[in-house]
């Protein structure tokens, strides 16, 4: 491990157990940050029709502002705006630069300078701390799902592994304070957003857009042709894929890393019981920082946990295991059969973060027990979708019409 890796791993340690540390150093950090944005330049003028594009703090290419985005370059209204689109490693995106595309580097010198002087700000995930809009910039929080598991405000549950309660609230009503709009795909997460950034309280409610996730739309306009290519494309026609999506724990963080991830699967048993007929295909979630080694199930296991557009995934299975992770609720759109492996569902539930609906609801059955996965598997993976099945996509899905980023970008753009 090197010096700077020893370094950061103390420095988290230290943080883990402090809490008045990890305050301290945290508010260290964003004022230096903010003093940096400040000094850098001078601040320029608000470009009226340049859009600032970022997804879980530069990490990718995807979800809501992916769909914003790609809308606003093919519409012939918006020809005349202008893109900018930040990432940690700006090497790996650099065929999204165009005429009308800027790409920069997260946290660099040139991103301040697009942040300060972009008209609207289009993010799924918190923007830092550091960073706040100016007074005529509109920043869009799209987030990324419709929620399963509680969040902010409404944790009643243990503290994770880097923030107390009372941490975790102070980040959402700092991000309240800042966005203009969040968007929102039902009634129901409308109303767990509300409670969750406290916007009731702080008379913010007119900031939701329910207008359905643009992320969706893609879901919803994609032809049997069309999917048939995708998997073909991927290599896995003629296969009945599976899609295992598991989510992160609180608890499982590793200092100087981040959150890591044990896969509860025995593959080596669904392999002997599903064979050759089968592909799955493994995505962690991004928050997880270790990387996963299947070379023994080669053939039968593929990590596409780096692979940007989980839509392509949704669209190439014919079936999704996840267990808390909110990716269910986009897959329903597409009405093909889901199993939760909840191998931790107490401990889940009692101790870590408790649920916002009634597990009852879920559109697929709830396995407890690896070893029976292989056999609900070959019990649903051609099962159509049902009477409750239908009542889930009315209930958590009903503005999913592949009309959604029209409707979203008319609230935005026209205010």
């Given amino acids: 491990m090197s010096i700077g890796k020893k370094i950061k791993k103390k420095i988290f340690d230290i943080a883990k157990k402090n809490k008045t ?19 850098d330049e001078p601040i320029g003028r608000v470009d ?12 990718g290419y995807s979800d809501s502002p992916k769909a914003i985005y790609e809308y606003m370059m093919a519409a012939p209204e918006y020809r005349d705006y202008s893109f900018v689109w930040s990432f940690k490693e700006p090497v790996n995106f650099q065929f999204l630069e165009n005429e009308r595309t800027k790409i920069v580097k997260f946290r660099s010198k040139e991103d301040n300078k697009e942040l300060r002087t972009a008209k609207y700000w289009i993010s799924n995930y918190r923007m830092l701390d550091h960073q706040h809009p100016r007074k005529k910039q509109v920043y869009v929080q799209c987030w990324h799902g419709t929620p399963l598991k509680r969040l902010g405000y409404d944790l009643i549950k243990s503290d994770n592994s880097m923030n107390s309660l009372e941490e975790i609230r102070e980040k959402y009503r700092t991000d309240a304070a800042k966005f203009s709009y969040i968007i929102s795909p039902s009634p129901f997460t409308t109303e767990k957003f509300t409670t969750a950034w406290n916007l009731e309280e702080t008379g913010q409610t007119h900031k939701i857009i329910e207008e359905g996730y643009p992320r969706n739309d893609r879901l919803i306009n994609t032809t049997p042709e069309e999917r048939k290519a995708l998997r073909e494309k991927k290599g896995v026609e003629g296969k009945k894929v599976i899609l295992y999506a598991p989510t992160w724990r609180d608890n499982q963080h590793t200092s100087g890393e981040g959150y890591t991830y044990k896969s509860e699967v025995d593959f080596d048993k669904l392999y002997s019981d599903l064979g050759d007929e089968y592909i799955i295909l493994f995505r962690a979630h991004y928050l997880v920082a270790n990387s996963f080694d299947f070379d023994r199930y080669k053939g039968f296991v593929r990590d596409v946990s780096g692979y940007n557009e989980i839509n392509d995934l949704y669209i190439v299975s014919d079936i999704l295991i996840t267990d808390y992770s909110s990716v269910f609720f986009d897959f329903a759109n597409l009405r093909k059969p889901m199993i939760f492996y909840m191998y931790d569902l107490e401990e889940y539930a009692n101790e870590l973060r408790g649920f916002y609906i009634d597990l009852e609801e879920l559109p697929g059955p709830i396995i407890t027990d690896g070893a029976l996965l292989a056999e609900e598997i070959r019990k649903c993976v051609d099962k159509k979708a049902d009477e409750k099945y239908e009542r889930f996509c009315k209930k958590y899905n009903p503005k999913d019409d592949g009309k959604a980023t029209q409707r979203v970008l008319k609230k935005i753009i026209n205010g």
């Fill in 21 to 39: 540390f990890r305050i301290a150093a945290r508010r260290s950090r964003d004022m230096l940050y903010h003093a940096k944005m400040v000094l």
């Fill in 48 to 59: 009226e029709k340049k859009v600032y594009f970022q997804t879980f703090s530069g990490r």
